[in-house]
């Protein structure tokens, strides 16, 4: 852009650095196309994928890879691929899900699928990167951005990519300082849909500015004890199988019973479905439509603090407690 002079003063924020920067770092608009240019490097014949996840990978994948054969993979009770030994020419996309997995299980999926592994971090934006694996990482399930995306590895080619510009996108980000977030659900929602069509671009001056301005620290600690205290109140009803205590994107809650979710929204607290798709494809486990239909995701960011945490904690036993009784007869 030529250098401008005079006229109105810009949005300022401060001037710091991106948590992830330098040669081995590709700053892109969306995790489902750091997958995409991962795969470009890659030039893998075919990517594994497990059932369990959503749908706008594989989309992305058939729009702009479409030379790639896609197959799939099942997950065991610790959320780990089976049965999965990728050829010469293929590889492996492994989701970390919810960043909860210990760092030697890490470390053993990097040695199992040595070269042909993709690491999802997507839902784990401070998992450290690994040697000899590509990881990709979002920055929207972490930060206040309407874009945002990494792909990493040593020595990882930079590629011409197009520009993206997200201003017109991301008025939903203003409304929601002054009305709240569900005030611009829709405008939010727009942009998600924008995100699934418009192909891979460079990640966005405006989001990398608001990147460097984040207090990195700050997040990291918020959501570490925010998470830990839902854990403590919530931990021995929880049935989701890998727990540490993590800057997670939320905190994953796994019950048997039916309706905690549309309890829990009908209630102001708004829990997404992860993954639908999964829930209504035959070739999925029980295990991973048992995941997709039950799991509630439990908002845990920097937005909140310990009292926020057990107003949720709270709420999550006072519904399990009458959904108790009401199968008792009690109510």
Partial sequence: MKQEYGGYLPLELPKGKAYYQGNDVVALNAGRY?????????GWKTLYLPYWICGTVE????EHVPGVRIRYYHVDGHLLPISVSPA??????????????????????VRRFHGRLIIDNTQSFFTAPRRDAWQVYSCR?????????????ENIAHHTVPANFSSIYSIHLLHSLEYGTNYSYPLNKENEERLGVCGPGAMSLLTS???????????????????????RLLGAYNRFPVFRAMPAMSYPFLWD???????????????????EETSQNPDSSPWERFLSEHLCVLP??????????NAIGN?????LDESRSLKRGYL
């Avoid at 750091?34 to 890659?42: D, F, G, K, N, S």
């Avoid at 010469?88 to 999926?109: K, M, R, S, T």
């Fill in 141 to 153: 399930k972490f930060f206040g951005v309407s874009d945002g995306s990494y792909v990493i590895r």
């Fill in 59 to 62: 989309d992305a994948i058939c």
């Fill in 300 to 309: 845990i960011d920097q937005r909140y603090d310990e009292h926020d945490m």
């Fill in 34 to 42: 750091a997958i995409v240019y991962a795969l470009r490097e890659a």
């Fill in 88 to 109: 010469e020419d293929e590889g492996i996309l492994w989701v970390n899900y919810f960043g909860l997995q210990p760092e030697p299980v890490i470390d053993e999926i």
């Fill in 315 to 319: 709420l999550v036993l006072k519904l």
């Fill in 257 to 275: 019973g039916e309706g905690l979710r549309e309890l829990l929204i009908g209630r102001k607290v708004y829990v997404p479905k992860l993954w």
């Fill in 209 to 231: 500015t608001i990147l460097g301005a984040a207090d990195y620290a700050h997040v990291k600690d918020r959501r570490t004890q925010n998470f830990a205290a839902l854990h």
